[in-house]
């Protein structure tokens, strides 16, 4: 993968998030996409925390759109790649205040997110388990 189509991704994605497009979002997975996440857990009441397929990953993401906080910003300063990964972070401290700390880590293959993976920080957790983020 280049550079510019990492970037493109990231900024994809980030634009997908910020206008609550599912389309523009699930046009960025593979087929067989994964994503892992704590959110899965609290969302669809599971033990396990995988969505596998993009089908799947559709319906789930339709309701991360429709359960997003005020504190679900998307303040974040850059990326990290290697040309087949790529990772950032939303640093709990932002320049409009605290938001949900949250790394996100993707796995690209032939130009399309292969696997997703979510890491959350304390606040993010916090509001799981408060039930801010269902409300």
Not at 13 to 26: F, N, P, T
């Amino acid at each position: 993968m280049t550079e510019q189509q990492i970037e493109h991704i990231f900024r994809a994605w980030d634009d997908a998030l910020g206008a609550k497009d599912l389309d523009a979002a699930m046009a960025l997975y593979r087929e067989d996409a994964t994503l892992e996440s704590p959110l899965v857990c609290h969302l669809q009441s599971t033990e396990e925390g995988v969505i596998r397929g993009r089908d799947n990953l559709r319906a789930f993401v339709a309701k991360v759109f429709a359960n997003q906080p005020a504190e679900r910003r998307r303040f974040r300063t850059g990326y990290l790649t290697d040309g087949t990964h790529l990772t950032w972070e939303y640093p709990r401290q932002s320049p409009d205040g605290d938001q949900m700390d949250i790394v996100e880590m993707m796995e690209i293959r032939d130009g399309r997110i292969a696997h997703h993976r979510v890491y959350w920080g304390w606040v993010g957790v916090r509001m799981l388990l408060d039930g801010t983020h269902s409300r």
